[in-house]
């Protein structure tokens, strides 16, 4: 049985491949770098993070993208012995512009390095390229009509302008032949995403429409023609829970088609889980995948009837699912970080960290501030759980109150709580909570702990517990093993999509991990010895 979602926590835009028995999930990670995620598996039970391929300067630099920018809906696909990697580098969020840049990568293996960057185009973003059967190669992506009243947090319909379809040459390497507008999307609106699958003979163009949100769904056409004209599917959607908002999965939309050796069915999508009672899905935008069927119309329905997904599908064979630990502790002993771990926009993670200069430990160095769009020393890993506790142990010794190190929960530079290790120039070395709970655009930090709490020399240790909607940070000295409560209890529950500035207007995922930053320019070190990320049962009503 598949138990979705399949990829908990922030995994966007699920695009699927299948190469012989082997299976493939590419998914967005915006600033996060290195840039887009890969997940294998071999049953579509069990995945298995394999591959994060944009990973020089060449292939992607986000300094300076805003929050929610960067690396959007991935294209993965397998021809002429080669993956193609497909991807938005998008430079712009609010306003009327997006400035996306769509660039195509290759490799011969997965876990192979992937080759440098070719620039297809900027029209607009969601690419992907079709292999067809004969032999040619065709790139689609949404069109962005900036005359219109399209803000950030606030997408109207007519910005979205289609679904472009133009020939790719892979030997020119670059689009030949005429540009045409194949899909205008349905009475939903906001048409991005498309994947085309060709089946007996027909092509197939499936589409994310209604924006990324509870509207969301996956819109579904054929055409005996490649360019069109495409006619709906008899539902319109194949997949949405808009009309349901009693279902576990909600905000479902933007996938894309697979078949199993066998030639079962199966349909990914995009999804959030809600927590009540304000709705809001502080695990981000995770992947689900839907068993379907086709039926003697010529058009693919869930095998359960109706559109709205399931979080229990049959799987093609009997594996059973893996049980992942409840409790991942790192001590950072390697030569390089852990998979789970990611930081922010910069392609030189050199000037951010280091896991040689004091072994056993990750020394960040101290820059910009926390919630930097240029060079922020943060690495953090996914919350995958609505519930869960986090700890680290940090050696800092803060020169001025410039210089702060700590723990975070972290989504973006409007909506983080954090815990601090820094310089009080009256108490000497604190520990205190900065805070941003949603204050968009300003940004303004609260300090729940005010100054906060003395702390003597030596190691800090530092904790924090989330229970659904609500955090509470802890901590103690070295020497000491009870933990103290410092601040009051936070709203967890800002560090999500829809926290702060709503729906639309951010849609990454929340993330805990460490920082440090240094305003003063002297690049202060602050040694973590470990981090454990632990699951904490789930109680929200």
């Known amino acids: 049985m598949i138990r979705n979602p399949i990829l908990p926590g922030f995994n966007p835009d699920p695009s699927i491949c299948r190469v012989g028995e082997d299976y493939y999930i590419a998914t967005s990670t915006f600033e996060w770098y290195p840039g887009v995620q890969i997940h294998h598996s071999r049953d579509l039970v069990n995945w298995r993070l394999v591959r994060r391929p944009l990973e020089r300067a060449s292939q992607l630099d986000m300094r300076g993208n805003p929050d929610s920018c960067g690396v959007w809906a991935p294209c993965l696909s397998h021809a002429d012995g080669l993956f193609w990697l497909v991807y938005t580098d998008v430079k712009r969020f609010d306003g009327n512009f997006k400035d996306a840049h769509n660039y195509i990568v290759t490799s011969g293996s997965i876990e192979g390095e992937w080759s440098e960057p070719i620039y297809v185009n900027s029209s607009g973003f969601d ?20 005359r219109t009243e399209s803000f950030g947090g606030a997408p109207k319909s007519p910005a979205f302008d289609g679904i472009l379809l133009q020939e790719w040459d892979p030997v020119s390497k670059k689009l030949v032949g005429p540009i045409r507008n194949i899909f ?21 163009l499936t589409t994310a429409e209604g924006g990324t949100g509870y509207d969301h769904v996956v819109t ?8 069109g004209p495409y006619e709906m599917h008899p539902q319109t959607h194949l997949i949405t829970s808009k ?25 990914t999508h995009l999804t959030g889980r809600p ?28 095998e359960q009837g109706g559109v709205v997904p399931a979080v229990e599908v049959p799987a093609p064979g009997e594996t059973a699912a893996i049980e ?27 000037r951010i960290f280091s896991l040689t200069d004091k072994p056993g430990h990750l020394r960040l160095f101290g820059r910009e501030s926390i919630g930097s769009w240029f060079e922020q020393a943060l690495v953090a890993r996914r ?37 601090v290790v ?77 926290g702060g500035r709503g729906e639309h207007g951010s849609f990454t995922g929340a993330f805990a991990g460490v920082f440090a930053f240094d305003t003063s320019g002297r690049a202060q070190v602050a040694d973590f010895d470990r981090f454990t990320y632990e699951a904490l049962p789930f109680t929200a009503e």
Not at 402 to 417: D, E, S, V, W
């Open 422 to 498: 820094t310089l009080h120039e009256k108490l000497g070395r604190v520990v205190t909570i900065f805070s941003c709970a949603g204050d968009f655009p300003h940004g303004r930090m609260t300090f729940p702990a005010e100054s906060g709490v003395t702390v003597p020399f030596g190691r800090v240790y530092l904790a924090m517990e989330v229970r659904d909607n609500e955090l509470q940070f802890f901590w103690h000295p070295d020497g000491y093993r009870a933990w103290r409560k410092i601040g009051p209890v936070l709203d967890a529950g800002v560090v999500s999509d829809e």
């Open 127 to 146: 690419p992907s390229l079709f292999h067809d059967d004969d032999g040619r190669k065709w790139f689609l992506n949404m069109q962005w009509n900036h």
């Open 243 to 267: 009309d349901a908002p009693d279902a576990v999965l909600q905000r479902a939309g933007h996938g894309q088609y697979v078949e199993t050796p066998d030639g079962q069915a199966y349909h």
């Open 324 to 350: 992942k630990p409840a409790r991942v502790e790192t001590d950072f002993d390697g030569p390089a970080l852990p998979d789970e771990f990611q930081w922010l926009r910069t392609p030189l993670p050199e």
């Open 220 to 227: 579904m056409a054929r055409s005996p023609a490649i360019e």
């Open 383 to 419: 919350q995958e759980h609505h519930s869960f506790r986090a700890e680290t142990v940090v050696e800092f010794e803060p020169e001025t109150y410039q210089q702060a190190a700590g723990l975070t929960h972290y989504y973006n530079r409007h909506k983080f709580h954090a815990l």
């Open 275 to 302: 927590l009540p009672p304000q709705r809001r899905c502080t695990l981000g935008r995770e992947t689900a995948l839907q068993k379907c069927v086709w039926r003697d119309d010529g058009w693919l329905y869930l």
């Open 184 to 204: 205008a999307g349905s009475a939903q609106g906001l048409v991005e995403g498309p994947h085309l699958f060709k089946r007996n003979g027909w092509y197939y």
